[in-house]
């Protein structure tokens, strides 16, 4: 789901790439006074800011990648996990700890790759619950639009801290954040919000069309310099806008990045035909991020599988603006790469375990049939190495392979909600909430302890946003 882009001219690639050189040789000092701190930790606690780091004694780890462990889910029992310098070391039970390096017990927990969100817009926390009865369009009209316009580099900046944070405790490690906003000090607060955080990301740029400088100055100077963030050219695909989506992939192309683009969420879009604009302009093929897909004919799910088109699949913000199911088990068939959404306002929480369910209940709903794809392995694998895959970025993350960055979460089942233990893997997705998700790591720093963030005074960032939204709704 997205705003209602707003009516620009049609940018020229030569418009949207200009001034190249200029944006590349000024990067910008993002001064982020709001990191996440180090915590007082004993010697044997964790280095929240990498160095050597063992999760000793988990129960269960599920790496993800069958040359490690047993099954398609790579699970290895009663393992240790060893991360060193922000990748994953070595995998596999008792194994010996280097010398410094700091111990994190994991007995009797779960340890999986964090989970890859593969759409999202985390400034839309803002109209969390909003607009309950409505579609897509009065979602629009009725929410996002009303905000959006209303938004200032503080509020922003609060929006996005508080998503970005509710996304990494609940084990969100990648999230790719599509957005719209287009004045530079709203992107830069957004950019520097996102930083602080700690996750890894992708600001996917919805580009304007009045700023010839606008897309190459956010990448170069904003997204660049940020260890883990990267870039994306987002566009809305349309046959009213071709000439832009062209300037979209055309500078996307130029830039070396993804272009990513909304299609076909509501079948009022088929006459959008944004399949056929795509492939007009040439975009179609593995740099090319769909998402929603839900209203696609069977030519162009072929066209989609034929090109190597990555998608996003987004089933609760799909339920919540009742515009359909995807036809996942045709995407599967086909051999689509297919990962998980959170997107944004709609899905008012950052809840993977509800969406993870979710996506195997609205499939099994629309075939009343328990067997359809897909089943519990299959969407923890959509839910990880496969939103990796779908990104591109399969070789650094999404599985617990050694030689890859140390991007995972510990699960804790000693809950209420959890035990008693009968299927382990089941239980993850049908039982599983984001108070059981005990650590997260990112590139082996720890953001998430013991059930709690590191270094974040989570009420505080919750007044801010409470008090930034509270400002919005009297300026209007």
């Not at 316009?149 to 801290?161: E, I, Q, Y």
């Not at 953001?447 to 946003?465: P, W």
Request: net charge neutral.
């Amino acid at each position: 789901m997205q705003s209602t882009p707003t009516p620009l001219a049609s940018p020229s690639r030569r418009d949207l790439l200009s001034g190249l050189g200029l944006a590349a040789a000024a990067p910008l000092l993002l001064g982020v006074t709001d990191r996440p701190t180090s915590p007082s930790l004993p010697a044997t606690g964790p280095a929240p800011h990498g160095g050597t780091i063992l999760l000793r004694g988990a129960a269960l780890v599920l790496t993800m990648d069958p040359a490690v462990g047993s099954g398609p889910l790579g699970a290895v029992e009663n393992a240790d996990v060893l991360m060193r310098n922000g990748a994953i070391a070595a995998v596999g039970p008792a194994l010996q700890r280097p010398s410094g390096a700091r111990v994190v017990e994991a007995s009797g927990k779960l340890v999986m790759p964090g989970f890859v969100d593969t759409h999202t817009h985390l400034w839309q926390a803002v109209i969390r619950g909003g607009c309950t009865d409505r579609d897509l369009f009065g979602w629009f009209a009725g929410c996002t639009d009303p905000q959006r316009a209303r938004l200032t580099p503080g509020a922003v900046h609060s929006f996005v801290r508080l998503a970005a944070l509710d996304a990494v405790q609940s084990g969100v490690t990648t999230l790719v954040d599509w957005v719209d906003i287009f004045a530079y000090e709203l992107i830069e607060s957004y950019v520097r919000a996102l930083a602080g955080t700690g996750v890894r990301f992708t600001y996917a740029m919805f580009p304007p069309g009045p700023d010839a400088t606008l897309v190459t100055k956010v990448k170069k100077e904003l997204v660049d310099p940020v260890p883990l963030g990267s870039f994306q050219v987002a566009t809305h695909a349309a046959r009213a806008v071709q000439d832009r989506n062209r300037a979209h992939w055309e500078a996307a192309q130029d830039l070396g990045v993804m272009l990513n683009s909304h299609v076909l969420e509501r079948p009022e879009q088929r006459a959008d035909d944004p399949i056929g604009v795509l492939g007009d302009i040439g975009a179609l093929g593995p740099r090319l991020l769909i998402n929603h897909a839900v209203h696609l004919t069977d030519a162009e799910v072929a066209a989609v599988a034929d090109h190597d088109v990555r998608a996003a699949h987004c089933p609760l913000s799909n339920m919540r603006l009742a515009s359909g199911i995807m036809r996942l088990s045709e995407f599967r068939r086909r051999g689509v790469k297919v990962g998980l959404g959170l997107d944004g306002g709609t899905n008012d929480s950052s809840d993977f375990h509800a969406l993870m369910k979710t996506a195997i209940g609205l499939q099994r709903a629309r075939a009343t049939d328990a067997g359809v794809f897909p089943q519990v392995e299959d969407v923890l694998r959509m839910a990880t190495l496969g939103g990796a895959e779908v990104l591109g970025i399969a070789d650094r993350v999404g599985s617990l392979t050694p030689g890859k960055r140390a991007d995972l979460v510990v699960i804790d089942p000693a809950a209420l909600n959890f035990a008693p233990r009968f299927d382990w893997v089941g239980q993850i997705v049908f039982n599983g909430r984001p108070e059981n998700v005990d650590a997260v790591f990112v590139d082996g720093r720890a953001l998430k302890l013991g059930g709690r963030l590191v270094g974040i005074d989570t009420a505080r960032v919750v007044r801010e946003a409470e008090a930034a939204a509270t400002r919005l709704r009297a300026a209007g």
